[in-house]
């Protein structure tokens, strides 16, 4: 390693040990932080972005002509552009986070014992977050504004292409912080657009650092779930199915199926394989197959669902592993449930499941025998969402079993801890 | 490396992987089992170990010949003893893990959506655990039957010394497994007492494992959480204070204080330190120290402690950082709560803390503020204990953050999912 390279990454584990110390620092005063005080914080932060429009599009502006002038993607540079409203949309959401119930202090059980102690557990805040993140700048106000309703401090680590949007964002989070004289490095930016500060940040920090939230594409998340030093809260893919039972009402399926897979092709809860009761073959196979052909989805079919619709293409046997992302969906007839539940347990990403049937039983057996995070019946795989869960706002969908799991919300980015009132007891 | 060791080593692996394969395959029927099929399970166990107990007690001899062979400690030795009554209470503590309520399936949250979707978090087992252990072989039953009352397959890891009783114990618990018709590999125990073969373990097994839980003193549980590469549930130490306000009922303080640090001296919940508050030094100290002198534990006090009562000897800054789990405890005097605050928020452990005082206002700044798994009010340290807290059983105590904090019992050995129940639903 050159002589510069190392004194370098030097400089830079020294700036993100600080950054941890700072965020540590804050993030006491912060666990005690009341209510109010942080949601004045908050609807400061908001009023800040929108007094602040001019600077953020200057910033932003910045931001996109470098981009350009690099050859970003077409796609990179939409999700890189901030305007008018969107801005707009982040001032609101950040107010709608200062909306929201405020968990830390929350009972969440409570039972008294015999010999009278009472015993209480209670949420509490997790203490210091890290947030990996890309080119969407409004991540930055998100998931700094739902830290901080959790009590947490943050430690935001934005993509290197929206450093400057990411940075005029941020400025305004601290505006609203000092409003309400909360301190100011509950909620920091790494100022750096070196990569070497995300390997620290998923170093832990010395200790520092609680957990880490990837928010971005399979190469980040799939990078932080092998180099991270500290628990993660994510999910790698979206590998969701859509099991039709032969006792499922076919007029809901075609409706469910094209949801799920047409509704929106990009995100995680979209569906990516159509399993059919080999059952029903005759009536329910093609219907289904032809309301996605119809809408403009490609389909790779099994030998016998490519045999039977023209139109289908071949599957292989990647394609049962693939998280499309696109308007192409993977089908497979299935020997009833118990075919569904082992094609399930064998390529399932573990995020979200849904079955169409009108059996009971096979419901049951689909919701106990299926171990993902999500299990939807008769309803779209594309509600699995923090918002549609009525949990208000999200940090991401998690599929690891530890702590959260689904839906990152305010509850999930919290922990707890026993409060026992006791008169004098002592044990014998 | 010389070849052979490569070649052990590699054995080893190869051997601790095929267990992991062996437990992952295993805990997917144990997932689906029922109470009943568990509950048949655990009680055929407890019924062989005691048709089995002169086997037993001849694999513990052998284990204990060997062990005073090597010169093992007093201590080693007795923990590593079992006798006719310690195996009666081993089949005993089966039958009250049989006689818990199963946590699998109990729905933890509910609620509607305005467009009709109903929403469930129900509890999961959590996969595999893996439990490594030092000398108690009791430990092979207590969390063998533990992690299946929570539908969880486990890899247990005792200590090399006490491999010959685990060996025999772990036989009855397959019996059991066996009898009730679920996977033997449920409940394993690793065959060797190689030391890779924590290693391998504290790996993952190619991410097979899902949490590990040490059991036994500070070196293997630091071991533990330096080396683990998946997530643990532990606490390293318990350095556990009391601190008693200018409010508190001094009689009720001293039987406390007593209690807490003499009752047992050597469990994780003993009391290390007692902070009083000095705005009652004159009229409180000298009795609690004199309670604590009287029943022959030695003090160790700050300098104002030391002059104030012949017996106590000079604290050093190391005092406030050590777990003695012995007859010794460290006493300062504090600034009423802020300072009691301020030094447990320094030195504590995170495991368990006690306030003595009649002033709400006090306690409540004594639960808000500080950050432990645990905080008794008016209550003897001592009662951090997962049966103590209704649990019935527990694995151990945790003072991580993440996942299980306090008490780990069989709620805490599970994960959760989300059920979805629609009626046809689609995303607009």
């Keep these: 390693m050159p002589e510069q390279a190392v004194s370098r990454s030097h400089d830079i584990d020294g700036l993100m040990n600080t950054i941890g110390l700072q965020a540590k620092a804050a993030a006491r005063p912060l666990s005690v932080a009341s209510t109010d005080q942080k949601n ?30 690099v050859g970003l993607a077409a796609s990179f540079i939409d999700r890189l552009t901030l305007d008018e409203t969107r801005i707009a949309s982040v001032a609101e959401g950040i107010r709608a986070i200062a909306a929201l119930a405020d968990p830390v202090g929350q009972v969440i059980a409570a039972w008294d014992r015999p010999n009278g102690l009472q015993i209480e557990r209670v949420r509490t805040p997790l203490g210091v977050i890290g947030v990996i993140y890309e080119s969407r700048p409004n991540v930055t106000a998100d998931a700094g504004a739902l830290c901080l309703k959790a009590g947490n401090a943050v430690i935001l680590r934005g993509g290197s292409d929206s450093l400057h949007s990411s940075q005029a964002i941020h400025a305004c989070l601290v505006e609203g912080l000092k409003i309400a004289s909360l301190p100011e490095h509950a909620i920091q930016l790494v100022p750096v657009a070196d990569r070497a500060a995300v390997g620290a940040l998923l170093g832990g920090l010395n200790g520092t650092v609680d957990v880490i939230v990837p928010r971005g594409g399979k190469s980040l998340v799939s990078r932080v779930q092998t180099e991270a030093r500290v628990p993660v809260f994510a999910h790698l893919e979206g590998i969701c199915h859509i099991y039709v039972d032969k006792s499922a009402d076919l007029a809901m399926a075609e409706k469910i199926v094209l949801n799920a897979k047409m509704r929106r092709t990009g995100i995680c809860g979209a569906a990516e394989t159509l399993l059919i009761d080999k059952a029903v073959a005759s009536t329910h196979l093609e219907p289904l197959v032809k309301v996605l052909l119809d809408a403009g989805c490609e389909v790779r079919g099994s030998e016998a669902v490519e045999k039977a619709i023209s139109g289908v293409k071949a599957a292989t046997e990647e394609d049962w592993r693939t998280e499309y992302l696109d308007a192409i ?27 169409i049937a009108e059996d009971g039983a096979v419901v049951e057996r689909f919701f106990n025998e299926i171990d993902s995070a999500i299990l939807l019946h008769n309803a779209s795989t594309q509600f ?23 839906p990152v919300g305010v509850e999930q980015l919290t922990s707890f801890k026993y409060r026992v009132h006791g008169t004098g007891q002592i044990r014998t």
Tied chains: 1, 2.
Excluded: C, P, W
């Excluded at 075919?339 to 849904?354: D, K, L, P, Q, R």
């Excluded at 969402?385 to 991401?396: K, L, N, P, T």
């Design 40 to 69: 004045r914080a908050l609807l400061a932060m908001a009023s800040a972005i929108e007094a602040s429009k001019d600077k953020i599009l200057q910033a932003n502006a910045i931001d996109l002509a470098a981009g350009k002038k």
């Design 329 to 355: 969906i993977s089908v497979r007839l299935v020997d009833g449930i118990s075919g569904a539940i082992e094609h399930i347990s064998t390529y399932s990403s573990n995020h979200t499941e849904a079955v």
């Design 384 to 406: 699995a969402d923090g918002g549609e869960f009525g949990m208000g706002a999200e940090i991401g969908i998690a599929t690891g079993k530890m702590h959260a799991r689904g």
